[in-house]
């Protein structure tokens, strides 16, 4: 199923603004859309966390229809910051 690209841009400026709210400041933005004509790819810090190519979300036969975005992009964005969170210089 694919996405309209006024949704993603409605949900990566929902999270963006949210993180921004935090208190959190950074130069460059956290959530990113990008768009080349037939894939879209969304990216948390410079990393790619869903692409329309590569559908990571679950997929639930008995609604024929895969897990929202929004839920799907905040769990990767979670996972992501855990990881980090572990790195020790």
């Known amino acids: 199923m694919m996405i309209e690209?006024?949704?993603l841009c409605e949900?990566?400026?929902k999270i963006n603004n949210e993180i921004y709210d935090l208190g959190l400041e950074l130069n460059s933005p956290y959530m990113e859309?990008?768009?080349n004509g037939w894939a879209e790819i969304?990216?948390?810090l410079g990393e790619v966390i869903w692409s329309s190519e590569d559908e990571?979300?679950?997929y639930f036969y008995s609604i024929d229809n895969y897990e929202p975005i929004e839920g799907y992009l905040r769990r990767?964005?979670?996972k992501l910051?855990?990881?980090l969170k572990d790195i020790v210089l």
């Open 76 to 78: 990767e964005v979670n």
């Open 11 to 13: 949900v990566v400026e």
């Open 33 to 35: 859309l990008h768009f």
């Open 56 to 58: 990571g979300r679950e």
């Open 5 to 7: 690209i006024d949704k």
């Open 81 to 83: 910051l855990i990881e």
């Open 42 to 44: 969304i990216k948390f």
